[in-house]
T-cell receptor, first 113, second 113 residues
Framework: DTAVSQTPKYLVTQMGNDKSIKCEQNLGHDTMYWYKQDSKKFLKIMFSYNNKELIINETVPNRFSPKSPDKAHLNLHINSLELGDSAVYFC????????????FGPGTRLTVL | DAKTTQPPSMDCAEGRAANLPCNHSTISGNEYVYWYRQIHSQGPQYIIHGLKNNETNEMASLIITEDRKSSTLILPHATLRDTAVYYCIVRVNYGGSQGNLIFGKGTKLSVKP
């Protein structure tokens, strides 16, 4: 029983395309997150979101947008993909915002050619 | 910006205790110390957290100095599966962007047979 799942696991695409990564959690958590891990292995928060509030890291380009159809899902849409977007993207969730323990998904490795 | 300092790498013999240090000399009174780890090609995994007192769970023990300026994560009997990057994170335990996890470079622990 996977707690936080992401699809696809691997995504290879051309520059300029628009793509989405899906995330689902079956933990009943209120808050979900997206993180980006670059080639140097630095892991950075991109968004945190619950049904009340979206908090965006100011360094995230507006080509990135989270969309939440319901509490259990937080999808990441990326428009006009650039080479620098190549990274591993992790989804996570916590019971409430700021809760101590976050559960992470397995990651999606995005490669932009 | 990470507010912690960790050694970049450590080795440990299988079956021995692994003691991972972390310095957080500028920690505030309302900031907790969290430990996560990331096994290769997986999402980060929560290990333990504490404020002042030492903490123990099924995975590890956390020893926080009395002045709270440093801490040590102890894996009592390291196994090969504990090989991972270990992140020490200080954060407040409430919502908003200040409650986000900020990952530094961590310590790459290699458990050797």
């Amino acid at each position: 029983d996977t707690a936080v799942s992401q699809t696809p696991k691997y995504l290879v695409t051309q520059m300029g395309n628009d793509k989405s990564i899906k995330c689902e959690q079956n933990l009943g958590h209120d808050t979900m997150y997206w993180y980006k891990q670059d080639s140097k292995k630095f892991l950075k928060i991109m968004f945190s979101y619950n049904n009340k509030e979206l908090i965006i890291n100011e360094t995230v380009p507006n080509r990135f947008s989270p969309k939440s159809p319901d509490k259990a899902h937080l999808n990441l849409h990326i428009n006009s993909l650039e080479l620098g977007d190549s990274a591993v993207y992790f989804c996570a969730s916590s019971q409430v915002r700021g809760m101590n323990e976050q559960f992470f998904g397995p990651g999606t490795r995005l490669t932009v050619l | 910006d990470a507010k912690t300092t960790q050694p970049p790498s450590m080795d440990c013999a299988e079956g021995r205790a692994a003691n991972l240090p972390c310095n957080h000399s500028t920690i505030s009174g309302n900031e907790y110390v969290y430990w996560y780890r990331q096994i290769h090609s997986q999402g980060p995994q929560y290990i333990i957290h504490g404020l002042k007192n030492n903490e123990t769970n099924e995975m590890a023990s956390l020893i926080i100095t009395e002045d709270r300026k440093s801490s040590t994560l102890i894996l009592p009997h390291a196994t090969l599966r504990d090989t991972a990057v270990y992140y020490c994170i200080v954060r407040v335990n409430y919502g908003g962007s200040q409650g986000n996890l900020i990952f530094g470079k961590g310590t790459k622990l290699s458990v050797k047979p």
